[in-house]
């Protein structure tokens, strides 16, 4: 297992990618469409996603379906993948709103980004950019999406500190996570895809 942050970090980015490159293949993490469905995205709203980003969804929630996203927001949907909770955010923002997906595997980026032409939304954009340094500008953003990423970042104290810093006064960040209801035994703690437990 890789132990200092940078190797960490490429190695997540290599697995998560080949969800992208591969979504067939068999993965240290569930994803897909029917994943996607069995964490309650309405059948209504995945039936609208283009197949592209169904296939590698890669979250732990269905937080963009549950999150406060009034029209006109400007949201951020930090680590998006294949867009999906991006498109959701967009849909719910309407056309006087904005949705921002960022993430940093290039791979991912391809498939929102086709999904986003088929889709033809003219409110949302995607940024390749890692979650600890946001090309964005101060106080800019009225919420922030996190669907699944604090436990395979080792920068997490870095990523809050920009949260803080893109939100608006009173902006909301609404995430979900996995985390354990007790410590991994020794023996779990090592291997190469042990930082998916």
């Known amino acids: 297992m890789a132990s200092d942050p940078v190797s960490l970090r490429t190695s997540v980015r290599e697995a998560y990618s080949s969800a992208s490159t591969d979504p067939t293949a068999r993965h240290p993490f569930p994803i897909g469409a029917e994943f996607a469905r069995s964490l309650g995205y309405p059948d209504a709203i995945l039936n609208s996603i283009p197949g592209g980003s169904l296939e590698s969804f890669a979250g732990v929630s269905n937080v963009s379906v549950f999150a406060s996203l009034p029209e006109s927001s400007t949201v951020v949907d930090l680590g998006c993948g294949s867009g999906l909770d991006t498109f959701i955010a967009g849909q719910r923002a309407g056309l006087r709103g904005h949705a921002i997906g960022i993430d940093f595997s290039e791979a991912m980026l391809r498939r929102a980004n086709e999904s986003c032409r088929r889709l033809a939304l003219s409110n949302v954009v995607f940024v390749q950019a890692s979650a600890e340094q946001l090309p964005l500008r101060d106080a800019s953003i009225d919420h922030v999406l996190v669907n699944g990423i604090f436990n395979l970042n080792p920068f997490r ?33 090592t291997g190469a895809a042990n930082w998916f437990s």
């Open 157 to 189: 104290d870095q990523i809050f500190l920009e949260l803080a810093r893109v939100l608006k006064p009173g902006g909301s960040v609404f995430g979900a996570e996995l985390i354990l209801q007790a410590p991994l035994e020794s023996t779990a703690r």
